[in-house]
């Protein structure tokens, strides 16, 4: 199994900024995709930005020269640098990966627990 803990959300004034964390462990054998996808109040799951794995690095139109995603592979941790945040960026946000926990084994994904980000002045 993997778990995945988040951390760094909270409460920040528009145009601020935050930086979110997220660490994978247990027997890992390789992290694939890694990805940040939020829940704003109301609303559906959405994609934020992912890394999948060897390919280039996807984003959503909304957060896009705002947000940047990144990762460690060492840590087996994932990071989102927001910047320029604004109130419609209110949601819990989750991080995501796909990994393998065997030479052989096939991919399964996991999901983090959430961290609440708050926009509000």
């Known amino acids: 199994q993997v778990q995945l803990v988040e951390s760094g959300g909270g409460l920040v004034q528009p145009g601020g900024s935050l930086r979110l964390s997220c660490a994978a462990s247990g027997s890992i054998f390789r992290i694939n995709t890694v990805g940040w996808y939020r829940q704003p109040p109301g609303k559906q799951r959405e994609p934020v930005a992912v890394i999948p794995d060897g390919l280039s690095t996807n984003y959503a139109d909304s957060v896009k020269g705002r947000f940047t995603i990144s990762r460690d592979n060492a840590k087996n941790t994932t990071y989102l640098q927001m910047n320029s945040l604004k109130p419609e960026d209110t949601a819990v946000y989750y991080c995501?990966?796909?990994?393998?926990?065997?030479?052989?084994?096939?991919?399964?994904?996991?999901w983090g627990q959430g961290t609440q980000v708050t926009v509000s002045s």
């Open positions: 995501y990966c796909a990994a393998q926990l065997t030479t052989y084994g096939g991919l399964s994904g996991y």
